[in-house]
Nanobody, 115 residues
Framework: QVQPVESGGGLVQAGGSLRLSCAVS????????MGWYRQAPGKQRELVAA???????NYADSVKGRFTISRDNAKKMGYLQMNSLSPEDTGVYYC?????????WGRGTQVTVSS
C-alpha cells in the first residue's frame, strides 16, 4: 500500500506561516510528481503547487510568491512552505504522489487562517 500522510496544518493568523509535510510510505519505488491540492468548504479541489522528480515546480497564480513546494527524494517527503497566509488560503490541503498513471492521495490536513 502507498499512503501519503500530511501533517503541519493548524490555525494561524493572517500574515502568518505554516509548513506542511507529506510523508509517502509503502512499496513505491519511484515518485514521479508530487503535488499539493486544497479544498475550501463548498468548493472544488484545486491545485496549489506541484513538483516533478527533477525539482521543476508549478504554482497556482493565487499562491505564487508566497508558497514554496519542495521534496526530499531520499526520504520520500514533500513539503509546502506557506507564507503571508490569508483567510482565502483556508481549506483542507491534500498531498498527492504520482507514479506512472497511479495517483496516491493523503487524507488531508486542515489549514485555517483567521483574519
Amino acid at each position: 500500500q502507498v499512503q501519503p500522510v500530511e501533517s503541519g496544518g493548524g490555525l494561524v493568523q493572517a500574515g502568518g506561516s505554516l509548513r506542511l509535510s507529506c510523508a509517502v510510505s509503502g512499496s513505491i519505488f519511484v515518485i514521479n510528481d508530487m503535488g499539493w491540492y486544497r479544498q475550501a468548504p463548498g468548493k472544488q479541489r484545486e491545485l496549489v503547487a506541484a513538483i516533478t522528480s527533477a525539482g521543476s515546480t508549478n504554482y497556482a497564480d493565487s499562491v505564487k510568491g508566497r508558497f514554496t513546494i519542495s521534496r526530499d527524494n531520499a526520504k520520500k517527503m514533500g513539503y509546502l512552505q506557506m507564507n503571508s497566509l490569508s483567510p482565502e488560503d483556508t481549506g483542507v490541503y491534500y498531498c498527492n504522489a504520482r507514479q506512472g498513471v497511479r495517483w496516491y492521495w493523503g487524507r488531508g490536513t486542515q489549514v485555517t487562517v483567521s483574519s
